[in-house]
């Protein structure tokens, strides 16, 4: 892995909103919209969330894997890339290159007990055939950093890493992975994001403490309403739209 995010792959591959919020043609045809396509992708990071307490892998693992479905879904369809299958897939793959390898078995075994479809079955080989599609969509660029790092870091810079900071501040970072920010920001201004929220909700003062730090605030502060607005618009019951969005592609998890 590379040690430095501004040399990395990651950071070469970080793609403009615009560029992700795109509706592939074949899923545009068959009516997905931009709402629902966000949808149905925090649908599968909650799903590869649910799935990795069954295998048991780290919390980087899970977010690694989340990545990897949505680089995958930056440039290929859902209606040809199944995400019944590519959401395991991810997890699988994911596990591999964090070092924490988790059997394909093992997997299958868990994605079958949680199946609610009895008419879509795969086993291991159509897992492995997924690997190498997988490999082949994201470039093969499997570096992802994680704001889990850096948050830790400032919050001890910050002196704020006291245990309601640090527990409210690790969930909205875990939040941010049911949305793109991942492919669009640096890591570090996810994190940054976090802790402003968090500060403002504990009534903590580190308006000092950004103004020292050289980064764009409005950049922070846009990042902040990004993630206040996920909230504030998945408040209401989401199932009804999610079912309508996969009736369109003929799904069902």
């Known amino acids: ?96 290159a964090e070092e924490s390898t988790v059997q394909a078995r093992l997997l299958v075994f868990y994605v079958k007990k949680m199946r609610t479809d009895e008419k879509f079955r795969f086993e291991i080989k159509d897992v492995l055939e997924m690997e190498m599609k997988i490999l082949e969509a994201i470039n093969y660029y499997l570096v992802v950093f994680h704001p889990y790092r850096s948050l830790s870091q400032l919050l001890q810079d910050a002196a704020l890493n006291d245990t309601s900071m640090t527990q409210l501040t690790w969930g909205l970072v875990n939040d941010t992975y049911r949305m793109d920010l991942i492919l669009v920001h640096p890591p570090h201004l996810i994190a940054l994001a976090c802790i402003y929220i968090a500060s403002v909700l504990r009534d903590k003062d580190a308006t000092s403490w950004f103004e020292e730090l050289r980064v764009d605030m409005n950049v922070v502060k846009n990042i902040s309403m990004e993630i206040l607005d996920f909230y504030e618009n998945h408040r209401m019951n989401m199932e009804e739209r999610l079912n309508a969005a996969m009736a369109k592609l003929s799904l069902k998890f």
């Open 1 to 96: 892995m590379a040690a430095n995010f501004w040399t990395s792959s990651h950071y070469k591959q970080l793609l403009d909103q615009e560029e992700v919020d795109v509706v592939h043609p074949l899923d545009k045809e068959k009516g997905i919209t931009l709402v629902e396509f966000k949808l149905l992708k925090m649908h599968m990071a909650n799903y590869i969330w649910k799935l990795a307490t069954h295998v048991k892998v780290r919390q980087r693992v899970v977010a690694t894997a989340v990545t990897y479905m949505r680089r995958v879904y930056t440039r290929k369809s859902l209606s040809e890339y199944d995400p019944r299958l590519v959401a395991p897939t991810c997890l699988y793959l994911a596990a591999k």
